[in-house]
């Protein structure tokens, strides 16, 4: 199996690396089952204080891999649109397994991070981006939503109208405009972005363990994440097998403006 992720230990900070370079780093099925064994490794060594997930290459993350569901029917059977909350589940439970990691969790965000991209960085703790980046959930220009916590995660940090408005129009934001609304904690120039996750790290390593782990649970747990999820999961059960859906991906691979019907 190709090596579409990589870790690293430095010292108390675990890397999580994104290493589809040549796709821009767009997350298929593989990606995922490798980030489950990531997270797993990263939970059970020793020494390590914080997580940091980056992208390598020109982006952080195109988002899903489109080509992906040309295989649900391996993994599903051919009645998998029937099955989409089953699907989606599973996906979630992928990104959700980021967020449960007690470990702090630190995104760093370059170049375009972009639907599942953007939700896997929704899923970490904290998020700094460089100057330049793009971030934004396009899935209603696809016939979907946000489905992989997107909706909800955005809405926890940025309130109901906000939310809204970018996932309505589906817009991609500049970095500084992230900051603003609460999306990232800082913008800093693309070759200060390794260092500042450092920084930051190292000023969470003076915290004692267990009452950073704590905190994140309790802070966590604030939100009805786990209700969000399912009515995710529901509302895109609905929209999958819908007209609006494939013309949105056809017209998304043929590069032309979709004509949805609300069909």
């Given at each position: 199996?190709?090596?579409?992720?990589l870790t690293h230990q430095r010292g108390p900070i675990f890397e999580i690396v994104l290493n589809r370079p040549e796709k821009r780093n767009a997350i298929n099925p593989e990606m995922m089952d490798q980030l489950v064994e990531a997270i797993r490794l990263a939970s059970r060594t020793d020494g390590v204080r914080t997580v940091v997930v980056r992208g390598?290459?020109?982006?952080?993350?195109?988002?899903?891999?489109?080509?992906?569901?040309?295989?649900?029917?391996?993994?599903?059977?051919?009645?998998?649109?029937?099955?989409?909350?089953?699907?989606?589940?599973?996906?979630?439970?992928?990104?959700?397994?980021?967020?449960?990691?007690?470990?702090?969790?630190?995104?760093?965000?370059?170049?375009?991070?972009?639907?599942?991209?953007?939700?896997?960085?929704?899923?970490?703790?904290?998020?700094?981006?460089?100057?330049?980046?793009?971030?934004?959930?396009?899935?209603?220009?696809?016939?979907?939503?946000?489905?992989?916590?997107?909706?909800?995660?955005?809405?926890?940090?940025?309130?109901?109208?906000?939310?809204?408005?970018?996932?309505?129009?589906?817009?991609?934001?500049?970095?500084?405009?992230?900051?603003?609304?609460?999306?990232?904690?800082?913008?800093?120039?693309?070759?200060?972005?390794?260092?500042?996750?450092?920084?930051?790290?190292?000023?969470?390593?003076?915290?004692?363990?267990?009452?950073?782990?704590?905190?994140?649970?309790?802070?966590?747990?604030?939100?009805?994440?786990?209700?969000?999820?399912?009515?995710?999961?529901?509302?895109?059960?609905?929209?999958?097998?819908?007209?609006?859906?494939?013309?949105?991906?056809?017209?998304?691979?043929?590069?032309?403006?979709?004509?949805?019907?609300?069909?």
């Amino acid at each position: 199996m190709a090596e579409l992720l990589l870790t690293h230990q430095r010292g108390p900070i675990f890397e999580i690396v994104l290493n589809r370079p040549e796709k821009r780093n767009a997350i298929n099925p593989e990606m995922m089952d490798q980030l489950v064994e990531a997270i797993r490794l990263a939970s059970r060594t020793d020494g390590v204080r914080t997580v940091v997930v980056r992208g390598e290459g020109l982006a952080f993350s195109s988002g899903i891999d489109l080509t992906s569901f040309m295989h649900l029917p391996e993994k599903y059977g051919n009645n998998w649109l029937q099955r989409m909350r089953s699907v989606t589940h599973d996906v979630q439970s992928v990104i959700t397994l980021v967020e449960r990691l007690e470990i702090p969790t630190l995104a760093l965000i370059h170049g375009h991070c972009v639907g599942m991209g953007l939700e896997l960085c929704l899923a970490c703790d904290l998020r700094i981006a460089a100057q330049g980046a793009k971030l934004g959930l396009p899935e209603t220009l696809r016939g979907m939503i946000p489905d992989v916590g997107g909706s909800t995660r955005l809405t926890r940090l940025v309130g109901p109208a906000r939310a809204k408005e970018l996932i309505f129009t589906g817009r991609l934001i500049d970095a500084d405009v992230a900051e603003r609304l609460g999306i990232v904690n800082s913008v800093v120039s693309e070759s200060e972005l390794l260092a500042a996750g450092d920084t930051l790290a190292a000023e969470i390593q003076k915290a004692a363990p267990l009452a950073v782990g704590m905190a994140k649970r309790v802070i966590d747990g604030l939100a009805d994440i786990d209700r969000g999820l399912l009515l995710e999961g529901w509302a895109q059960s609905q929209l999958i097998p819908t007209e609006d859906f494939t013309e949105g991906i056809q017209s998304f691979l043929q590069k032309r403006p979709p004509e949805f019907k609300g069909k």
